[in-house]
């Protein structure tokens, strides 16, 4: 998908799907970075909403670690 030429806004249906097309392309995107190959075709709008994702799915994983350490010092004996 990176690097074609298409508007991935048409592939995605807005309805805030648990893995949307976008969170593809965003994951294809950052390991062709990594790679080092050209990245630069990809809209700043859908850039920006990737990052916004990517955060978001950060804090996500940030919540879940804390409620899992939360839960395992309340089963520690005292």
Known sequence: MVGQDFDPRDMCCMSGCAHCVLDDLYEEATKAEAEGKDVSKI??????????????????????EAKKLKEAQNEVPS
């Open 43 to 64: 809209d700043p709008a859908i850039k920006a909403f990737m990052d916004m994702e990517k955060k978001q799915k950060e804090k996500a994983r940030l919540r879940e």
